[in-house]
């Protein structure tokens, strides 16, 4: 098998050295290069173009989103941004997505060694899943116009019981990976002011999702914020599961609300979307919609197994909408999803399915 070149772009001699470590411990990928800042890359660039490039945002003489738009203007290459994340970067790194960056990645620090193995699983799937990615050039007009697998059960406690039924208040679920953040903000900018309640996890690095939950707070016509233990589960808004954290749907009575949980990685993911799918076929049952996006993986697939088969109305994204079509291939293959749409036609069908029922 070819393996997957990989090109690694920090200033941080210290973290070049890591990054190469762990692309390197994984056998399908190859470091073809490490460069202090861009104008190093560009001289690499120029002698071997790498399938994938792994890329700061803070760097000196060029900064890192001046380089991302030339590369994505001028000779498009997935790009994987491998960022600190501070808080006071997270717009910066909403603006690394609008120029086309394919996934954004927490940066690997010299700590405890179960979270260097954590790292290290991430990033080596974020760069196959990126290599896999459909990139399209973003002409730099427009770009300054525009703003080791465990289940389910490794985080939920008990049996898997029979959902709940006597109410009627729908949930919908929604999982994605790479190209979700647009695939959701679609999908959300489509859903009217009297949806139902909406859970989604979609794989980001902790500290991103209250800057993207802020975003499409301001860009939808329902609410939308970074879920917090507890919250209820509401129509008209939308709970996004933190970053680094599983997102669990439970019920009290008539109210659902989400609690959040630490705990492993599941389905090499932390948040799953096995993990919210599970849990949402346990307490949710026959009144929920999954919708599984665009991503690498099967993530998802066995959690919206269970939901089918505990009477929820399942949606894939189809191929050609799917910036990777991975997780929604599985979870077709896997006998999990009643309908396969493009992402345009998913918003409609939902609120089609919870006005008129599906049972």
């Not at 380089?67 to 997270?90: D, H, N, T, Y």
């Not at 927490?106 to 699983?121: A, D, H, M, N, Y």
């Not at 109210?255 to 949710?284: I, M, N, Q």
Request: glycine content about 8%.
């Amino acid at each position: 098998m070819k393996k997957i070149k990989v090109l690694i772009v920090d200033d941080s001699a210290v973290v070049r050295q890591i990054m190469s470590h762990v692309v390197a411990s994984d056998p399908q990928l190859e470091v073809i290069g490490a460069a202090a800042d861009p104008y190093i890359a560009a001289e690499h660039i120029a002698k071997e173009i790498p399938d994938v490039i792994t890329l700061d945002i803070e760097m000196p003489r060029m900064d890192g989103l001046t380089f991302l738009g030339k590369i994505m203007s001028q000779r498009p290459i997935p790009v994987v941004i491998i960022s600190s994340l501070a808080q006071e970067g997270s717009e910066t790194v909403m603006r690394a997505l609008e120029l086309g960056a394919v996934d954004i990645i927490q940066k690997p620090t010299v700590g405890k060694k179960e979270f260097l193995e954590e790292s290290r699983i991430i990033i080596c799937d974020a760069i196959k899943a990126a290599c896999c990615a459909k990139i399209k050039p973003v002409p730099l007009r427009l770009q300054r116009d525009i703003p080791p697998k465990l289940g389910a059960e490794a985080v939920l406690s008990g049996k898997n019981t029979k959902a709940m039924i006597q109410t009627t208040e729908k949930v919908v679920a929604i999982g994605a990976s790479t190209g979700g953040t647009e695939a959701i903000r679609v999908f959300l900018k489509a859903m009217p002011p009297d949806s139902p309640g909406i859970v989604i996890v979609q794989h980001m690095p902790e500290k991103f999702t209250a800057a993207f939950a802020k975003h499409l707070d301001a860009d939808c016509r329902i609410s939308v914020k970074e879920a917090g233990d507890n919250d209820t589960v509401i129509g008209g808004r939308a709970l996004i599961a933190p970053g680094n954290r599983h997102m669990i749907v439970k019920r009290s009575g008539a109210r659902y609300y989400v609690e959040l949980k630490d705990g492993p990685l599941v389905s090499r993911h932390r948040p799953s979307v096995d993990v919210l799918f599970t849990s949402v076929a346990r307490y949710v049952g026959k009144n929920a919609i999954g919708v599984i996006m665009t991503g690498m993986g099967d993530d998802g697939s066995r959690g919206m197994m269970e939901m089918k088969e505990a009477g929820a109305f399942n949606i894939a994204q189809d191929e050609n909408s799917s910036v990777v079509f991975g997780m929604p291939k599985e979870a077709i293959k896997a006998g999990a999803v009643l309908s396969v749409l493009p992402l345009e036609d998913i918003a409609p069908i939902v609120m089609t399915k919870v006005r008129s029922g599906w049972n």
